[in-house]
């Protein structure tokens, strides 16, 4: 074997072993790219966009609001847009653009923004 070949062999391996880490780092890079012009930089909600939006983006580090949602309807908000959990259609489905996975890691990445799970209370 060559050493060409035993570094990518070595590298492979390594991204194996770290891949949580890596779903928590492209879960930051996806909220980046496809929920910060509404959401904000920091999940606050204020986006460039807000001002011309009739129904304000959640502030996702709100964790009295964000608890009242079970980590299933945070799920389908995402793939099915706000529509489906009876919000408004501002908030857009990403069934096309983002995988199940991605959105699972999306969701988690939320409850670290809010720091809160789901409670009745
Ligand atoms: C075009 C603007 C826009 C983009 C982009 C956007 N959202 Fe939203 N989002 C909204 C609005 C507006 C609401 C509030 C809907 C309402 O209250 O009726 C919302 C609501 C939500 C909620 C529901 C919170 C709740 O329980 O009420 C979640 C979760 C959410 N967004 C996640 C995301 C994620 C994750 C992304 C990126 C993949 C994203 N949003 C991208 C506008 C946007």
């Given at each position: 074997m060559n050493k060409y070949l035993l570094m990518m062999l070595l590298a492979i391996t390594s991204m194996c072993l770290h891949s949580p880490a890596v779903n928590a780092e492209s879960a930051k890079d996806n909220y980046r790219t496809?929920?910060?012009?509404?959401?904000g930089m920091t999940g606050?909600?204020?986006?460039?966009?807000?001002?011309?939006?009739?129904v304000q983006p959640r502030d996702h580090t709100d964790a009295k609001a964000m608890g009242t949602r079970t980590d299933v309807e945070l799920f389908k908000v995402i793939k099915e847009g706000g529509l489906a959990i009876s919000?408004?259609?501002?908030?857009?489905?990403w069934a096309d653009t983002l995988t199940d996975q991605e959105i699972h890691d999306l969701v988690k990445h939320l409850r670290t923004l809010c720091n809160c799970e789901y409670s009745t209370k």
């Open positions: 496809y929920c910060m012009q509404c959401h606050l909600g204020m986006g460039v966009n807000i001002q011309d939006m009739s919000k408004s259609s501002l908030m857009p489905p």
